[in-house]
């Protein structure tokens, strides 16, 4: 059965530096989402792709964020100053259809 | 903004007892989804809830769909130790838009 892969899967790095995350989603599917999901709460998302268009990045911190899906294929999650508070799960869902989500296993990222 | 709220936020059962989650939107939803989290894992889809006051069930766990398509419920029947893990409801306000999450419902289950 295909999977949403992602690298990588654990992260630690220190406040100030740069982090990117990985995703490669279920073939074929066009919609590609990042979400961030902290300790005890649900996703909440960060991005949504339709192919290489962004569609929804409004919750995105954008002076610290960026997300990039080039060729509407696999996408990068890039954090650049990493602060304490970015100290979350990162998870990529992708969905056909824009409907059905499917999630990937997760970067899990600590800021130290 | 839209919220979807979710209660309890935790709950524990003795192995065959029922559970129960709730889940309400603020706002009327196009669907509505549950997903299952173990601990260390990554959300499962369960289920997509479509049509005003529908019903599904799979084994031993029923989904319902409030009339209004703003609530929706999760009762799982005679639990057992492999139920254990967060339950979380997820709104879709519009088709093709993100989902938004409740906070879930963590069940624990004792043998």
């Known amino acids: 059965e295909a999977e949403v892969a992602q690298s990588p899967r654990y992260k630690i790095t220190e406040k100030s530096q740069a982090v990117a995350f990985w995703c490669d989603p279920i073939?074929?599917?066009?919609?590609l989402y990042w979400y961030r999901q902290i300790l005890g709460q649900g996703p909440e998302l960060l991005v949504q792709?339709?192919?290489?268009?962004?569609?929804?990045d409004s919750q995105l911190p954008k002076d610290r964020f960026s997300a990039e899906r080039l060729k509407g294929v696999d996408s990068t999650l890039k954090i650049q100053p990493a602060e304490l508070g970015d100290s979350a799960m990162y998870l990529c869902?992708?969905?056909?259809?824009?409907?059905?989500?499917?999630f990937g296993p997760g970067t899990r990222l600590t800021v130290l | 903004g839209q919220q979807v709220m979710q209660i309890p936020q935790y709950q524990h059962v003795q192995e065959g007892e029922d559970f129960t989650t709730y889940c309400n939107s603020s706002?009327?939803?196009?669907?509505i989804q549950w997903y299952k989290q173990r601990p260390g894992g990554h959300p499962v889809f369960l289920i997509q809830?479509?049509?005003?006051?529908e019903v599904k069930k799979q084994k031993r766990l029923t989904f319902q769909f409030g009339e209004a398509k703003k609530n929706s419920s999760l009762h799982i029947t005679a639990t057992q130790t492999t139920d254990v893990g967060t339950y979380f409801c997820?709104?879709?306000?519009?088709?093709?838009?993100?989902?938004?999450f409740g906070k879930g419902t963590t069940l624990s289950v004792s043998s």
């Open positions: 997820a709104g879709v306000i519009q088709a093709g838009t993100a989902l938004i």
């Open positions: 869902a992708s969905s056909p259809q824009g409907d059905t989500q499917y």
């Open positions: 706002t009327t939803l196009s669907n």
């Open positions: 073939s074929g599917h066009a919609t």
């Open positions: 792709f339709q192919d290489e268009s962004v569609v929804d």
């Open positions: 809830l479509v049509k005003s006051g």
